[in-house]
């Protein structure tokens, strides 16, 4: 398995696709049974395998997911990106929220990357979302990345952040949210969440003072009780 610390190393698109049905949809779903048991299982054994990469013990609850995307409108857009899907919380809320129709695929105008560094939680995504378009690779990379599937910097609608950003270097933390304003177009948004208890972190102290910085500010929503550890999510503007 290669690297899924999380740093700005380049390995997109060089991910496995399985073939195996779907993994752990029941778990986000908030249904059970053994698809449940192997999402949480997978995230689990990552975060063993590497803390800080995948900066949390299990995936984000399904109220959490739906406070990300709260307030967005998929049908006015055309490009949207998530970076760190994990197991894809966020993203079967992303594919939710498409209207039928919209994405390429379907004879429509639309598309969505997902990016994660981490090659197991990359296979789980694609094979529970065929129709979006499934990347490995850091987000600080994202230019490249959206370039190599037809996306031109600065002209992406929404990016949708799943990344642990109060565990990365301070470093990892300015390239991605430079990296994430370039891809942008104007009037384009930033979501990402943070863990109520990481709010006190030095890297959570970096990362608001670099949206600020990079964005001009941010908003915070109200926190999110029921996710474990309870959370809030933070939405930045390119003006
Ligand atoms: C806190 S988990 C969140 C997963 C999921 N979004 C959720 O909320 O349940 C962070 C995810 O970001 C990925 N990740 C870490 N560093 C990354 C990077 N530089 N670029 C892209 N993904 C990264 C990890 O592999 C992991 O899947």
Redesign the pocket.
Known sequence: MST??????RNAGASTQNGRGPVGRADHAGGGGSHRVSARKA?FR?FLR?PT????V???SRG??KRMLEGLDFGTMSSVI??????????EQIERSIPRGWLEIEGGKGKVVT????PR?VEIVRANHPRLTVRE?????VEAIARREGIEPGTVDAVI????FA??PPE?ITS?LEATHRVLKPGGVFRT?TYHVSFVKSQAYQFRSEARRVFGGFQSSRVVWLNVPPAFVYTCRKA
Do not use: K
Request: proline share 6%; hydrophobic share 45%; aromatic share 10%.
């Open positions: 899924s610390t999380p740093t700005g190393t995230f990552e590497n990469g995948m900066a949390a299990a995936p984000s959490l997911a998530e970076f760190g899907p994990g197991t894809g919380v966020f993203t990016i994660d560094l981490n939680m690779g850091s987000a600080a990379d952040s799943g990344l642990g565990s990365f990892l991605v969440f």
